[in-house]
């Protein structure tokens, strides 16, 4: 299945899981193999297998069992050019403020206080 990015988080772990499961399978290993290998427990191999929810750490050992950790560089890129550094001079962004600048606002007054 080719996921496109719309799917619930639910369907791409499901996918996920069976693309670790196939993978596994194609080299030839048990999960009890697989989970000596990557540190993570036999159980923790088969609910990642089976699409459940499971810490983000024990996939990324599972996918260097695999030898697909590198991989990630495709899915987030890291950002070597960001438009900003133009105007910048170079100087990289460490983070975005979340806060426009306001104009001070004017104190409210009666009309006939004016």
């Known amino acids: 299945m080719t996921l496109y990015g719309d ?12 693309r670790i499961q196939e993978t596994r399978i194609a080299m030839n290993l048990t999960q009890a193999q697989m989970a000596e290998e990557s540190g993570v427990a ?26 697909v950790l590198g991989n990630l560089n495709q899915l987030v890129q890291e950002q070597t ?10 100087k990289k962004r460490k983070r975005v403020s979340g806060k426009q600048r306001r104009e001070k606002k004017k104190t409210w007054v009666w009309g006939d206080e004016k």
């Open 7 to 18: 799917e619930s988080n639910q369907m791409i772990m499901k996918e996920l899981g069976q």
């Open 42 to 67: 036999l159980r923790t191999v088969a609910r990642i297998e089976k699409g459940e929810s499971v810490n983000v750490e024990n996939v990324l050992n599972i996918l260097r069992v695999l030898g």
């Open 81 to 90: 050019f960001v438009p900003t550094e133009m105007i910048d001079a170079g």
